[in-house]
């Protein structure tokens, strides 16, 4: 028994049907389904188990059901390890109890966290961070090693938590939103402007959500030309980092045109967008892509060819496609290792899924130009469409009573999902956020397991996980 | 090997030779020009502001760049024109007052001692407490091949034992309070302190967060703050060069 829905739509939370817990876990075999988001809303003095999955692969079909828990259910992270995070947190922010769960610690809590040991005499810790060695954002890991080898990684978030949720749910804004995370601005802050529009009915024209994808897959195509360079930094590999550095600059000095922005940031408001991309701009942004695209080529191919930067990349921390499905990867982490999950596919259902295959850390770096020459063709595409006007006027936000709805973006990280459930008076009951780094930590912990530990930075750059998407 | 080299030319030229002099885009949300004499009163800007930056009505309405994240809100809600965002990049201040501006920041002024200490090599390390990678990806731009902010001897540093200062991004979060201080006591005397972005000056978009803990800035004084959401590596770059008086 379950609802099916449509990205970005809102239901009547009475219309989600109220199944049984052993219903529902029986349907969350991983090798059938996919949970986007699983959390509990305290409604009426009980708390209501929420569900929302998809289809295992291609699909663009959304279900939602739901539950009532007590103090405690039978864990389903032993038949899908998926869920062992959205268990954890469930625990962590109610302490309902999760049975059976084999790996119950604090989630973003700093108190009592206690590390796996070891009493092997030949096994040393390593421990790194939070406060790294570059200039990047806080977290902390723990490896378990032989020597140079890693037996296990443990990874330990937490320390960029604000309570953003919470923030969203008493005074939401956009500005927030797109706080979050900064790397993912553009998506943070589409997720949230579709989830709030839709629970207020409120239309968006096409010029406006025109303008908003392109944006999003400049915020694509930049990202991504900064994690080609940063990989290429961490083998040594000093020319790719400069030039892919400085190839960077020139697409979110585009985006900083078309807004004001670096990041897109003041770029995206409810109903639209604040600035217009015109035929000027729109003439830019295509020779901006075709120099992008001709510098990549070159250095890509460079790369490509050079022994010494392959045996670096190929064959270095693999995540297999059994462990990628098992532990729910998604985005261009788990593309890269032959899973085809997109985001995009929800809306457009003959968005072509593209993935390389290996879950190796050259995979990832190769996903990432496959991706980049794939996004430049979206946007060219989309400034075809581009006519009229844009609206600048505001509409009144007035959010649906008693309502749900689950918005998804493909950030260039992956599936990012907002769930927003209102009260009977309109207001913000839950505000859920799951980034794709909430799926794919633990894949970055599987792809170290047996690897040496002087790979860790350069697997760790391809993955390019979010500390604060994660801490919120 | 051949291709590699073919790729050198791909980065040539294009480092910003002229770092002081330099503009940012026209469309860049820098500083705030404020027609108070305009101002009718009617608050819709301060309603509007998500980071209550703005102090004051009528005549004497001002903006804190230190809470102020540029969204731009204000200019456009106000229909007098009386706020109006400026590309001027050079957002900085070596005191908190100096950052709540009617139009007009003054300019950074470098001591004998910092010129003579920090003046020729100034090594930082970086302490992202709570920010949003935007502020970091900044910080980290201002070494990359555009704005090469090491011909200055200004880097970043990976242990606080070769730094000779820390630059905090984020608004200080419960959970980064103890690594923050751990952090800057492990960074020998004479030290220097550094704020970059909204967050990290007055809590930005998150003051009103439960999860933070500013004690550390209660603690020691801040030698340098430089505004932003996130700072524009010109904007960070320049402010160091003026404190270093350089
Ligand atoms: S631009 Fe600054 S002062 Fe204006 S509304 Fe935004 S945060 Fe407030
Ligand atoms: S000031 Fe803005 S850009 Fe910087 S960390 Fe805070 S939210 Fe992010």
Redesign the interface.
Known sequence: MYLEIKNNQTVNKADIPIDSFKNIKKDLDFKKMRVVQFFVNPENGKNRLYCVFTGNESTKRLFVVSCYVENSFESITPINLALHLFEREIYENFEIKPIGHPWIKPVRKQDNYEFLKSDDMQTHEVAVGPVHAGIIESGHFRFLCNSERINHLEVQLGYQHRGAEKMLKIAPSIQLAESICGDSTIAYALTFAHAIESLSNIKVDKKSEIIRLIALELERIAIHIGDLGGIAEDIAYKIGSAVFGVTRTLVINTMQEICGNRFGKGLIKIDGVNFDIDTKIGEKILSMLDEVQKRVDKMMKAMNNNTSVLSRLEKTAIVSIKHAKEIGMVGMAARACNVKIDARKFDDENFEILTTGGGDVHSRFYIRYVEIKQSKKIIENLLEKLEGEINLERQFVNLAPNSFVTSITESWRGELAHTVITDEKGNIETYKIKDPSFNNWLGLAIANRNGQISNFPVCNKSFNLSYCGFDL | MF??I???E??KN?VIKDIKNAT??E???GLSKIHSEKCTNCNECKNIC??NAIIGIGEDLSIDLGKC?????CE?VCTSDVIK?SNFHKLGSTLREGLITKGELDPIKSTEFIKKTFGRSFKLR????????????????CS???FDMGRFGIE?V??PRHADGIVIT??I????AK?LED?YQAISEPKIIILVGA?AISG???Q?????NREFLEKHKVDLYISG??A?PLTIINAILDFLGR
């Not at chain 2, 994240?69 to 809100?73: A, L, P, R, V």
């Not at chain 2, 009103?208 to 933070?212: G, I, K, P, R, Y």
């Open positions: 291709e590699t073919k790729c050198i791909l980065q294009q940012v885009n469309k860049f949300r998500p980071t994240i540029f969204c731009g809100e456009r965002f970086q302490v992202s407490a709570g920010g949003c990678n935007s502020c970091e990806m900044e910080l980290g731009a990359n091949a555009n970043f990976a242990s984020g608004p979060t419960k959970n980064m690594a952090t967050c930005g978009i998150f009103n967060s439960e999860e933070l959401c996130p524009h």
